[in-house]
């Protein structure tokens, strides 16, 4: 595999999505493993092959190639989002929503106890939902105004330690992670403290994490009906 991806790179990564740098995200994507970012970057791919960037269709192929093959929750929203990009297939029937997919999987996997949140069906604004207030107004529940994000708790994080753990080339290592992931109280906790031994396992469970929580928030906004874009 060539290259690897380190703060310096993830950063440049994040740079040229955010600019919507086409010509920076091939060129980058051209000497990385891009299939460790496909939930970050394909957005960006397809708006790079409908703005006819250099080797923008070329990555977008492989991209496709590459979801097809990893198949996880969210993957084939994607592949279908980059065949309409390229031509070889329909535009899914989904509104366009300028939102961002980390901060929905903040509503959608973070603590419980929030509630999970809501998005703003104006301008994909995700706001985690405040329990100590008791202010509400009729536009707080306007439909065409909010879309509910409910909390669905932690059980897929844990899947993804588990799915994280059968990656690992180190039996020893692996054995001393899926101890910490057992038994009741912080298991994540636990798993960080032991992962964080090992500094490049650590980035790549960063990466493989946030891969699966944008899939699944992907998936669940494609499930109401909408699909994410770029924000102006």
């Known amino acids: 595999m060539r290259g690897t991806w380190s703060e310096e790179s993830l950063r440049r990564l994040r740079a040229a999505r955010h600019a919507g740098d086409g010509a920076a995200l ?52 994607l592949a279908r989002q980059l065949e309409a990009a390229l031509g070889r297939g ?20 973070g603590d419980p106890v929030l509630g999970g949140g809501r998005v703003d069906l104006t301008t994909g604004d995700c706001w985690p939902q405040l329990v100590d207030s008791d202010e509400q107004t009729e536009d707080d529940e306007d439909p065409e105004r909010w879309l509910p994000a409910w909390c669905e708790g932690s059980r897929d994080g844990y899947q993804d330690m588990e799915l994280f753990i059968a990656t690992i080339g180190d039996a020893d290592f692996a054995d001393r992670l899926g101890i910490a992931i057992s038994g009741r109280g912080v ?10 031994r090992r500094e490049d396992e650590l980035r790549r469970f960063h990466l ?25």
């Open 26 to 77: 091939v060129a980058l994507l051209s000497g990385l493993p891009f299939a460790e970012v496909l939930q970050q970057v394909g957005d960006a791919v397809g708006d790079a092959v409908t703005a006819r960037v250099p080797g923008a269709a070329d990555l977008a192929e492989r991209c496709i190639a590459a979801l097809g093959e990893r198949d996880w929750e969210g993957d084939a929203e």
């Open 90 to 109: 329909p535009v899914p029937p989904l509104r366009p929503l300028p939102v961002d997919l980390e901060e929905l999987a903040g509503l959608l996997e």
């Open 187 to 196: 298991a994540f906790r636990r798993f960080k403290d032991v992962l964080a």
């Open 208 to 232: 493989f994490a946030e891969e699966r929580q944008r899939g699944r928030a992907r998936a669940w906004l494609a499930g109401n009906g909408y699909r994410p874009v770029a924000r102006p």
